[in-house]
């Protein structure tokens, strides 16, 4: 049976054992003493699967989103060669501000 990491990172340890009893594959070698943490990316790593937990972004086009941090991170780099304070401060509250749009909209 084919898994996703979301399947595997919702199953128990011992569930965990079970799979990687049936894996022959050097990352799994030693299963019977791994906790969940070494256990996940050693299946992972086995069974060919991304082991990284992918956020899905819903309501926003993230890409734009980004595109603008960016450029708020040029603006900012400016702000502080000119040591303009003022401007420093309105370029952390827009970037921080788009920065929890993003988090708030993660599902």
């Known amino acids: ?17 079970a799979i990687a ?6 990352a799994v070698k030693g299963y019977t003493q791994m906790n969940k943490d070494h256990l996940l990316p050693a299946i992972c ?6 082991a990284r937990a992918h956020h899905h972004v819903v309501g926003i086009n993230k890409a734009n989103l980004k595109a603008r ?3 708020l991170k040029a603006d900012r780099a400016a702000a ?22 993003i988090r708030s909209a993660t599902v």
């Not at 790593?45 to 991304?50: M, R, S």
């Open 21 to 26: 009893s049936d894996v022959k594959h050097d």
């Open 80 to 101: 502080i060669e000119a040591g303009d304070k003022a401007k420093l401060q309105q370029v952390r509250q827009a970037y921080h501000r788009l920065n929890h749009r």
């Open 1 to 17: 049976m084919a898994f996703t990491y979301e399947e595997l990172h919702k199953k128990t340890v011992d569930e965990l054992r």
């Open 45 to 50: 790593k086995a069974l060919g699967i991304d």
């Open 69 to 71: 941090m960016r450029q």
